[in-house]
């Protein structure tokens, strides 16, 4: 045929990536979200653009349809304040019970460990927030209560809302800079999403994200299971070496590999785990991956090499 009738040159097409927007932005401007379909898409990773309403939405915290949202956001965010008032505000040692104190000493030792990479999480009013988030809810989770974890857990959210609130740059973000320019209202938005957010994902695992020992070495014993059947060599090592999988992974499943995990590498895992009802199950898989995926390196090692280089480990 003519030159006319070729068909144009890839470069003409959209990008992969604005596919996806355009994908996330006519799931999102409707009446009412199809949250099965928007799980779909989350699971494969969200933009940065439209992450935090598709997080609010497949948390069931903000309502999939339009006209309800606005006034159940007012009423959760006012309900959070009031819990706020009602447990941290009034918080008196003097009187507290010594489950109360114990968990309210626990988490003010943990907030300087809290996400050490990212400046922003050393600031005081960060931490204070912090403070509030992670006392309210372990008050209001009195099965578990706080555990240590759960403080590094909050922040992607955090981060997350932050970023959308302020329309900050990442960098901006991290650094600390935007809370010099933040209106306190906004900030309350942010504290309370995060809170609710944090609730429903750890309430919403159907494989409930117990943070006790009894929950995690369960976990171990299955990663310990899975290495075994997929990576015989790297099995046959570790055992070699006496390393325990314990000594390494407890970490890993008490905060979800954010302590290992570059930030967006964080956040694109989060996607999926948002997605993912039972992440809590997925993230033994990932575990796997990580191990599988460093098979060389380890069985290079011996044991003191091992357990520094789970210490920390490359970003990848």
């Not at 809290?114 to 372990?138: A, C, D, K």
């Not at 555990?147 to 809302?161: A, R």
């Not at 369960?218 to 997929?230: A, D, H, N, S």
Request: hydrophobic content about 40%; overall charge negative; charged content about 25%.
């Amino acid at each position: 045929g003519s030159a006319a009738s070729k068909p144009g040159p890839l470069l003409s097409r959209p990008s992969f990536k604005d596919r996806t927007l355009a994908k996330f932005e006519g799931l999102l401007d409707v009446a009412v979200v199809a949250l099965p379909e928007l799980r779909v898409l989350c699971w494969s990773g969200c933009p940065e653009r439209h992450r935090a309403d598709t997080w609010r939405l497949l948390l069931q915290y903000m309502p999939s349809n339009a006209d309800r949202r606005d006034a159940m956001m007012v009423r959760l965010r006012g309900e959070y304040a009031d819990a706020v008032l009602k447990y941290f505000e009034c918080y008196d040692e003097a009187t507290a019970s010594v489950y109360d104190k114990t968990m309210f000493n626990q988490i003010a030792v943990d907030l300087p460990r809290t996400n050490p990479s990212m400046h922003l999480f050393q600031l005081p009013e960060t931490q204070r927030m912090l403070h509030r988030i992670l006392y309210v809810w372990g008050i209001r989770h009195p099965g578990t209560g706080y555990v240590q974890g759960i403080n590094d857990l909050v922040t992607p959210f955090i981060f997350v809302f932050l970023q959308e609130a302020t329309g900050g740059s990442s960098q901006d973000v991290v650094s600390g800079r935007v809370m010099e320019t933040v209106s306190r209202e906004v900030l309350q938005q942010v504290e309370a999403d995060s809170y609710h957010c944090l609730t429903n994902m750890l309430d919403n695992a159907q494989d409930n994200y117990v943070m006790d020992s009894k929950g995690i070495q369960e976990k171990v014993f299955v990663l310990k299971r899975i290495i075994e059947r997929l990576d015989t060599k790297l099995y046959a090592h570790l055992e070699a070496m006496e390393v325990e999988f314990l000594q390494f992974s407890f970490r890993w499943f008490n905060c979800l590999l954010m302590r290992e995990f570059s930030l967006p590498c964080t956040l694109r895992l989060w996607d999926t785990y948002v997605a993912e009802s039972k992440f809590a199950s997925f993230h033994v898989y990932v575990c796997a991956a990580v191990l599988v995926d460093f098979t060389n390196e380890l069985q290079s090692m011996d044991f003191v090499e091992i357990i520094t280089f789970f210490a920390e480990p490359p970003h990848r």
